[in-house]
């Protein structure tokens, strides 16, 4: 399949059924208990800083995990794979002092998923397999100072984050990926540049492709961590006409529901959720079997919720096998037909009706 057809294969789909995105990558990886000289491989055998922790740079020393762990869940039943970039950017990869492999660990980590997808889609044909450009958040914040002492401080600028993301999503839409995941976003205003940088790909001659656009609720306030209700962060990245909106990580099912309800009934676009397996224990593990996680994403469906379904910290593919079972036959919820308005957010939603 050339990468349109995919693209209007995954709209068909989305139409016809909820989707199933992958569970976590995290958690997997641990379960590998990878030593240092897996993340090293021959490439930065002598590279100058400790490495073990980088999960994305597996994508380049230990591409046979990776591939395994795409194919493990296509197996469970999803249909939407991430590719494993969640932390690939030169901003966050300066940690690791990885900032000149960036674009090698984007390519590569959408190469090696693209293989597996294809491989799955040969031999399921009436159930084509996707992936999406994983772009997770920064360790930097534009919206928040980075000083107590100065509201204004900031350890980046909106051009710096912005040409951090663009290096980014070039590799991967070069590696093959079908959709761009905006995920985990804490900070609306470097959402909008990781926004922009996609945009721009266009200008540069690329294919356009289909936007997904996935913010957290840090805890019970029912807010980003950069202040946001939800309302007001989708006013402030609509424009993007997204092909999905959502939430994903820091909550567990019973508590982000009516996040996503709300979501539900403002969105004009396809809704997705997918929750940690509940709240981490003392030890920070997360103890929701797949078949409690199962068992309430199966409610969001049966109510009408939601369009995408999968899982965050903690989920297996065992979790997305549940989930997947659990909603098979259901119908996506219907999205809905908003009356014009000007609609403006920044903490809270502005609504001015026509």
Not at 232 to 255: I, M, Q, Y
Not at 323 to 336: E, F, I
Request: aromatic fraction near 6%; glycine fraction near 8%.
């Amino acid at each position: 399949m050339t990468r349109a057809e995919r693209i209007a294969a995954l709209n068909a789909a989305a139409k016809d059924r909820i989707l199933i995105l992958d569970g976590s990558w995290g958690v997997m990886i641990q379960k590998q208990r990878l030593a240092e000289a897996d993340y090293r491989g021959a490439r930065f055998a002598d590279h100058r800083l400790p490495l073990k922790g980088d999960n994305d740079v597996l994508c380049l020393t230990r591409p046979d995990i990776i591939a395994g762990l795409h194919d493990a869940y296509f197996a469970a039943g999803a249909d939407i794979s991430e590719t494993n970039t969640f932390s690939a950017t030169s901003i966050a990869q300066a940690e690791y002092g990885l900032e000149a492999a960036v674009r090698d660990v984007n390519f590569e980590g959408a190469r090696i998923a693209r293989e597996i997808a294809d491989r799955w889609t040969a031999k399921e044909p009436d159930k084509p397999r996707f992936i999406a450009g994983s772009i997770g958040p920064l360790p930097v914040m534009l919206s928040m100072s980075s000083d107590v002492n100065d509201p204004g401080a900031r350890k980046v600028t909106f051009d710096q984050v912005y040409q951090a993301y663009l290096e980014q999503v070039r590799a991967l839409h070069e590696g093959g990926v079908d959709l761009f995941l905006i995920e985990t976003i804490t900070d609306t205003l470097n959402c909008k540049a990781a926004i922009k940088a996609i945009l721009d790909l266009q200008d540069e001659g690329y294919e356009p492709l289909p936007i997904w656009i996935s913010g957290t609720i840090t805890d019970r306030s029912g807010r980003t961590l950069s202040g946001q209700t939800v309302e007001a962060f989708w006013n402030s990245v609509k424009h993007a006409k997204p092909f999905a909106v959502g939430l994903n990580c820091a909550l567990g099912a019973e508590l982000m529901r009516p996040h996503i309800a709300e979501l539900a009934r403002i969105a004009d676009t396809l809704v997705s959720a997918y929750p940690n397996a509940g709240l981490p224990n003392a030890m920070g593990e997360y103890d929701e079997t797949p078949d409690q996680t199962g068992h309430q994403l199966h409610e969001w469906a049966e109510a009408g919720i939601v369009n995408i379904l999968g899982g965050c910290c903690g989920t297996t593919p065992e979790h997305i096998r549940h989930v997947a079972d659990a909603v098979r036959g259901l119908k996506p919820r219907a999205v809905p037909e908003r009356a014009t308005a000007l609609r403006l957010a920044g903490l809270e939603p502005f609504e001015l009706a026509s």
